[in-house]
């Protein structure tokens, strides 16, 4: 895949060299020579990931870094930092900066481009998210910072796989320092089998599970759809730095090489809360804001909109499962002089009673929407007409039996409604013309005086029956 990549370093030599690097790679690299201006290019041209020496002039790489990750504008975009500063130390600053990986002059080529790929599609995945929360109705675009408190990141449920029992406890030691629980396997199929079992925040996986290979671990949580999102944090020794790249790639997270260092497991770890954090997060909101997008927001039942996809579906589907679809568009009767006499308030909680003994009242597979003001409209997948109107009869007995008591006085009101009914077995309708039969059905109770219930099949024979009569 490609990417934009901004390099940030002030030796021109430097830049030159990651620059032809990059390119060869078919990245397309922007350049700035200090942190102010990284900060300019950064907001105005949203690069996918950021390169940035630590020791600059004036602002040096931790400061951008910190000054980065508080702007919601440019929080969430990954940074790698570049130096010859090896001090575990100094990583331990980057990451509690804010900073997603060091990598150390000279930079190894296959580390960096691996680290550049897995990082840009991290992000791809989050703009993704991000953009569609936003486009789906969100109110406000949630930035990473936003989960980036020490409320947010304790409590977090981890799995370590590892064959070393010491290893595991000196692990678990270092983590219940943030507060994580963390809970030991030793092999790839006990491994795959907690992963299953329970939701976890965070996998840390050594590289050797006794004799099995952790990198095959690895690979499959990410291709099962319970684990495919879980971060992945590799434990290495510095001999097998050549395959960090495979796992990269397969969809490691982040690493520690061993021996571990607390403050970097302690931090390493942290990014990868927050992030996972984060990113569920943006799906709760995307999920809600589609809720949100399809769903009435006063009876909490479907609206019109998804109605209409929905039963395009059901139609379309007729021609494979030859089973009818039916309709049933119901309003309530005088439902204007409740408004006038009572208010609006006491109208809004007569809607919402009505919703609730509807939705009661049907299959699970049916679907029970607002169509609009007092317009209700159930969709009935593989229903006859008879089975539709019996229904509908349910439907309205349930509505009129028992009155509506609304408002802190528990006001009893008597509420009745009037049900159109219609039917089609053929897969080229239009959800249109199958709920206009439904309305003219609709119409059809209320002129025979409300409160009951009328087919399309019936309303039809009785204009057939006055049209021969007025010949």
Do not use: W
């Not at 504008?73 to 930092?81: A, D, E, K, R």
């Not at 990198?215 to 960090?244: A, F, K, N």
């Not at 009818?324 to 809607?351: C, I, R, Y």
Request: glycine share 6%; hydrophobic share 40%.
């Amino acid at each position: 895949m490609t990417a934009r990549i901004l390099v940030v370093d002030d030796i021109p030599a430097n830049v030159k060299l990651l620059e032809v690097k990059l390119s060869a790679e078919y990245f397309d690299v922007l350049t700035a020579s200090d942190g102010p201006s990284a900060l300019e290019l950064a907001r105005s041209e949203a690069p996918d990931l950021i390169l940035s020496d630590v020791m600059m002039p004036g602002m040096d790489g931790f400061e951008l870094c910190e000054r980065l990750k508080a702007d919601p504008q440019t929080s969430h975009i990954p940074l790698v930092m570049i130096t010859a500063l090896s001090d575990v130390s100094d990583r331990v600053r980057g990451l509690e900066a804010g900073a997603d990986d060091f990598l150390t002059k000279p930079v190894n080529d296959i580390a960096l481009f691996a680290r550049v790929r897995s990082l840009a599609r991290l992000k791809l995945m989050m703009d993704e998210l991000r953009v569609r929360q936003a486009a789906s109705g969100g109110d406000e675009v949630l930035a990473e910072s936003g989960v980036d408190t020490a409320e947010a990141i304790v409590d977090a449920k981890i799995l370590l796989a590892d064959a070393s029992p010491t290893l595991a406890s000196k692990v678990a030691d270092y983590l219940a320092e943030d507060g994580h629980s963390t809970e030991h396997v030793k092999t790839v199929d006990e491994a795959l089998t907690a992963s299953q079992a329970s939701d976890y925040d965070l996998l840390i996986v050594s590289l050797h599970l006794g004799d099995e290979d952790g990198l095959r671990l690895c690979s499959q949580i990410r291709s099962q759809d319970e684990t495919r999102h879980v971060p992945i944090l590799l434990l290495l020794d510095e001999e097998d730095l050549p395959r960090l790249p495979k796992g990269l790639e397969i969809g490691v997270t982040d690493y520690v090489i061993k021996p571990i260092d607390r403050n970097e497991l302690r931090a390493r770890t942290r990014t990868q809360i927050r992030r996972r954090r984060y990113h569920d997060k943006l799906r709760d909101m995307l999920r809600s804001s589609v809720a949100m997008a399809y769903t009435d927001t006063l009876t909490g039942v479907y609206n019109r909109r998804y109605m209409n996809a929905h039963l395009d579906r059901k139609i379309m589907e007729i021609a494979e499962t030859v089973k009818p679809v039916s309709v049933l568009m119901f309003d309530l009767d005088h439902f204007k002089s409740v408004n006038d006499t009572h208010g609006h308030g006491a109208g809004d909680e007569v809607l919402k009673e009505l919703a609730k003994r509807v939705s009661r009242s049907v299959r699970d597979l049916d679907l029970v929407c607002r169509y609009g003001g007092e317009e209700f409209v159930i969709v009935m997948p593989d229903a006859e007409l008879d089975m539709a109107v019996n229904v509908a009869e349910r439907v309205r007995s349930v509505v009129s039996e028992k009155p509506f008591m609304i408002g802190e006085d528990n006001m009893a009101l008597e509420v009745t409604i009037s049900v159109g009914v219609a039917t089609t077995r053929d897969p080229t309708e239009t959800p249109e013309t199958l709920i206009a039969s439904a309305d003219e059905a609709l119409y059809g109770a209320k002129a025979a005086g409300r409160n009951q219930v009328v087919s399309s099949e019936v309303r039809r024979r009785s204009s057939r029956s006055a049209s021969v009569g007025s010949d």
